[in-house]
């Protein structure tokens, strides 16, 4: 498998900055922020399957666009795996007529643009040997993530999430595990923020990554676009042995 980082930023501002979404092989997303926004008409034809940890704009935005570029392009619809929460919030606030069109009614109903998959943590979906498995996420909207298995090795990532015991009893059992991708969005000077709003900050990274027992490499995710080298360098003080390091855009993982 193949993972391309298109966004990885916690919001905008300036051409690295663009807001969560990876490009897994030619045909799936995993998630849809502003970063989509860089990839070619060809390129987002082939997008077969879009896979979303949670419903906030940062991680789901792109979908109405893509399909507004390339769905009359296709020849079957855009298939988009969410928790059923997730799929009624995009359903009701996302694709409802009054901020976008209902893509499951477009071009008709019984051959539409988009179509929905609802998905629950310990499900895996294969597609063509690749195996995407739903892990535990703790936010303010329910939410997951996800291990992206090739059969060789294993990538997961955490999604948006606080503290999550839960995770890293699923994490600690992939003995093929090479690459996590975990958030921080927050420097510790507002770990109440991070608190209040169910993400992490570098002290509780490094109490959450003192639960983790694989040895694999370790990639922070979507902080703050003013606060990268203060909260990059209190995750090097603070978190040990395991370094991580800053993802970046346009990074891509072989696996």
């Known amino acids: 498998m193949r993972l391309r980082v298109l966004g990885c930023s916690g919001s905008i501002g300036g051409r690295q900055n663009r807001t969560t979404s990876f490009l897994v092989d030619h045909d799936v997303l995993i998630d849809a922020g502003t970063g989509v926004g860089d990839l070619s008409l060809a390129e987002l034809t082939l997008i077969d399957h879009i ?12 979908i109405a666009f893509i399909l507004d570029s390339v769905g009359a392009l296709r020849s079957r619809p855009v298939t988009v795996y969410a928790a ?6 995009l359903k009701k606030n996302l694709f409802n007529w009054d901020i976008w069109p209902d893509f499951t009614q477009i071009p008709t109903p019984d051959q539409p643009w ?4 609802e998905i629950e943590v310990g499900k895996t979906i294969e597609l063509g040997g690749r195996k995407i498995t739903v892990i535990p996420a703790v936010h303010t909207v329910p939410a997951v993530g996800y291990q992206l298995d090739s059969g060789k090795a294993s990538l997961v990532f955490t999604g948006d999430t606080g503290p999550n015991d839960a995770l890293w009893e699923v994490i600690n059992r992939i003995e093929n595990l090479k690459y996590l991708i975990i958030e921080t969005a927050f420097s510790d000077k507002d770990r109440w923020l991070a608190e209040l709003s169910k993400h992490l900050c570098p002290s509780m990274l490094a109490e959450e990554l003192a639960k983790f027992e694989r040895p694999a490499e370790v990639f ?3 902080l703050k676009p003013a606060e990268i080298e203060l909260t990059m360098q209190e995750i090097e003080e603070l978190t040990g042995n395991y370094r991580p390091v800053l993802l970046q855009n346009n990074q891509v993982f072989e696996f």
Do not use: G, P
């Open 51 to 62: 896979f979303v940890t949670h419903s906030h704009l940062d991680h789901v935005n792109s």
């Open 84 to 89: 059923a929460a997730t799929i009624q919030t």
């Open 114 to 117: 988009l179509r929905y998959e």
């Open 220 to 222: 922070i995710t979507h």
